[in-house]
């Protein structure tokens, strides 16, 4: 049974970036997870001497010594390979977003229940450094009743590149990549808000899915959170911002972690993990003695890894208490969904 189990065998299911980045390091690095296959038809990492590779779903599905399976494919396909993992009885990881569609979502979660497994996805920039920080301030009220936030994903990618993320497919394109992720992290601070617009466009040559949005969540008393991203920005502004009664936070550049992973392949868990450079920490400006006063604020250290030790945790004692709550993802897919 999973409560007497001192390790958890894994199988993942995909082998792109994804998979190599953000999840496939954590299983190598972390105590409690054994990483045994991988469903891909490509060459994988050649140091992954005790991982198997097998094309299809099946060889991973049918195999009884898998406890967990995470799934890295495309957008589309998360509802038929998370649903297929629970009918098997493991414990599912679905990389964002959950679904496409909330009624599909919430079959998940009964399922879930159903087999008493766990059931979870991916929002790993809940531990973001900047995310984190932003929280911080917030928790501490320093800045008043707030008025103003916003949020961004800016990069400089002015040439579509031969991929699904980027193709004409259900689930592609920006809004449902990184607009994902803006959207949790603003329920998060904020809760739900009252009412969601959107402006939503392809805006290079050749885009075949979203490539910029700006998202308007309207809340009671006036608070208005903006959540942009755009693909064409060489020199973007600043990451967040958030201005209230008594100040204001305003923070550029972004978390490390990624880089790092993208970079390494690896996860180290030394003094500089998710550590931003100093030179991109934000800054706090607050209305004292009729006069600004501003500090620079250090950045809390990123943390992905405590996603996958909360999980190892919970499957190894047999709570089943997801490290993020699915039906937090589902209310995501909701907006998602609803955007025009």
């Known amino acids: 049974m999973d409560h007497v189990k001192k390790q958890i065998n894994v199988g993942v299911i995909g082998y792109g970036f994804s998979a190599t980045t953000f999840h496939i ?12 296959k991988i469903v891909t038809r490509q060459q994988i990492d050649p140091t992954f001497t005790d991982v198997m590779v097998t ?12 406890d967990l399976i995470v799934i890295t494919t495309p957008g589309h396909l998360h509802y038929e390979h998370a649903k297929a993992a629970l009918e098997h009885n493991k414990h599912v990881v679905v990389e ?9 979502g919430q079959e998940l979660i009964d399922l879930a229940k159903q087999r008493s497994k766990l059931l979870t996805v991916y929002h790993n920039r809940r531990w973001d450094s900047d995310f984190l920080t932003v929280r911080q301030i917030l928790s501490e009220k320093v800045l008043g009743d707030i008025t103003y936030f916003e949020a961004r994903f800016d990069r400089f990618r002015p040439i579509v590149k031969d991929r699904w993320k980027e193709g004409d497919v259900p689930g592609a394109g920006a809004v449902w990549d990184l607009g994902c992720h803006l959207i949790d992290q603003a329920i998060q601070l904020f809760d739900r808000p009252e009412e969601v617009s959107a402006d939503i466009a392809l805006q290079r040559k050749g885009a075949k899915s979203p490539d910029y949005f700006q998202i308007l969540m309207k809340y009671q008393q006036g608070l208005r959170v903006v959540l942009g991203s755009n693909s064409v920005c060489l020199a973007p502004g600043p990451k967040f911002q958030m201005h209230g009664t008594k100040g204001s936070f305003v923070k550029w550049g972004g978390d490390p972690q990624e880089h790092t992973l993208f970079n390494t392949k690896k996860f180290v868990e030394d003094d500089g993990w998710g550590q931003e450079s100093t030179d991109i920490y934000g800054q706090l400006s607050l209305w ?14 990123g943390a992905y890894q405590d996603f996958y030790k909360d999980l190892a945790s919970s499957i190894l004692s047999g709570t089943l208490l997801p490290p993020i709550d699915p039906q937090d993802a589902l ?10």
Do not use: C, H, R
């Not at 964002?96 to 599909?104: A, H, M, N």
């Open 25 to 36: 390091p954590f299983f190598q690095a972390l105590l409690g997870y054994e990483l045994k």
């Open 55 to 66: 094309p299809n779903l099946d060889g991973v599905l049918q195999d009884s010594n898998i």
């Open 96 to 104: 964002k977003p959950f679904v496409l569609d909330v009624e599909q």
């Open 288 to 301: 004292e003695n009729d006069q600004m006063v501003s500090k620079i604020v250090p950045s809390a250290k």
């Open 331 to 340: 209310y995501t897919t909701q907006i998602l969904q609803n955007l025009k």
